[in-house]
């Protein structure tokens, strides 16, 4: 079989140009495969190149276990893939590609370049000098007599490679590439719906708040059902949303209430005595900021939500409950939960009733929170799936 311009059908077909699918396109011409990327997009990691706009955070220097446990509940096996291409694994990668990094005080892995567009030019640049094919604009449509269809300028397209590695994304962010319109070629029992994740919440502000809005929010904890996250939040005109509010999103997306800690270093005795202190003729608000530091934006926000303000407030210090409207919609969040199921591939990520394809990337049903752990898992599941999808091929 021919692609339409006329060249023998490749070895391997990878589905999708993000970090997953180059990363598989890169284990695949490593082991010496004829390659063909196709990219429904005009260019090739768009999302990535999103991701580094205010400096790619590649990914996070700690403890294994710490690393793991960013990951919620998944199988052992899944776990034993990402810890294969952990931290130490991502900055080697990185370094091969010519790419100096920096880590910050919190462990987080920064390009010293600050951006993503370096690296993905260096990549590139690799994976076209093993001549990587690259094909653009043309849309995965599922299969058709066991062969992958695709629509293109010139029309449809069906390719029979050896091996497939789809890498399609999730859901979020479409005008990105990332649609989740490929779930229709696939059966329920194989997909779990998608949901945001790493997502913001909807909040009605009041009046008051609007002189607030794009402020952050500062040194909080945050708590929803059993997750609890510290750091930065953005008051946006839409609501809440940032890094230190994305981890909860499993729980917030399962109904469990938010509750913000204003003063996170201070217990509620500790918190007591100092409300107590002998107030004179201070305001209230002078008060909470010479006694407890808090700014402005907390002192919004508690009056945002606990007016009238009881007699008692070191409780609601500890606890501020966020009244909201839930998670915002899918297409704003960073990425998603849902997808091809763990249970729908085997243990090389290999589509169980589709075999000779494998799956890796946001297209499978795992989540993180942003801090350099969707990126690494990401190239994790890539080169997963790739060595394996090479390993058949070669075997032939």
């Not at 040194?219 to 059993?226: E, I, M, N, T, V």
């Not at 407890?292 to 945002?304: I, R, S, T």
Request: aromatic share 6%; net charge positive; charged share 20%.
């Amino acid at each position: 079989m021919t692609t339409p311009a006329g060249k023998p059908a490749p070895d391997a077909l990878v589905v999708g140009a993000g970090p997953a699918g180059l990363m598989a396109a890169d284990a695949l011409s490593a082991a010496g495969l004829s390659v063909l990327v196709a990219e429904a997009m005009p260019s090739p990691g768009r999302k990535f190149l999103m991701a580094g706009k205010s400096g790619l955070n590649l990914t996070k220097d700690e403890p294994p276990e710490a690393w793991r446990a960013a990951f919620g509940p998944i199988p052992d096996w899944f776990a034993e893939i990402l810890a294969a291409f952990g931290p130490a694994e991502a900055m080697a990668f990185a370094g091969s590609l010519g790419q100096d990094l920096f880590t910050g005080s919190t462990g987080r892995v920064f390009p010293v370049a600050m951006k993503a567009s370096p690296l993905l030019r260096a990549w590139l640049s690799r994976l076209e000098s093993r001549r990587v094919d690259f094909r653009r604009r043309w849309r995965w449509a599922g299969w058709r007599d066991g062969a992958h269809l695709f629509d293109t300028p010139e029309g449809p397209a069906l390719l029979a490679p050896e091996v497939a590695v789809l890498a399609l994304g999730g859901a979020s962010w479409r005008r990105l590439g990332s649609d989740g319109a490929w779930a229709s070629a696939f059966t329920s029992t194989e997909l779990a719906p998608f949901a945001p994740a790493n997502a913001g919440l909807s909040v009605a502000w009041s009046g008051h708040m609007a002189r607030h809005l794009g402020r952050p929010l500062k040194s909080c904890a945050l708590r929803a059902g059993d997750l609890v996250s510290r750091g930065e939040c953005m008051i946006s005109a839409r609501g809440l949303e940032g890094g230190g509010l994305y981890p909860l999103t499993p729980a917030l997306r399962a109904g469990a209430p938010l509750h913000i800690d204003l003063c996170p270093d201070l217990g509620l005795e500790a918190l007591g005595k100092r409300l107590s202190r002998h107030r004179g003729k201070a305001s209230l608000a002078n008060h909470l900021r010479r006694n407890l530091g808090l700014d402005p934006v907390k002192q919004a926000l508690l009056n945002e939500f606990a007016r009238p303000l009881p007699d008692d407030l070191a409780p609601l210090l500890k606890a501020l409950p966020i009244r909201h409207a839930g998670l915002r919609p899918i297409d704003e969040a960073i990425s998603t939960a849902g997808g091809v199921r763990l249970d729908a591939v085997d243990e090389t990520l290999m589509l169980r009733t589709k075999p000779g394809t494998w799956i890796a990337g946001e297209m499978l049903d795992w989540e993180a929170p942003t801090g350099g752990y969707l990126i690494t898992a990401c190239l994790a599941t890539g080169l997963h799936a790739g060595r394996a999808a090479a390993l058949t091929a070669t075997s032939r």
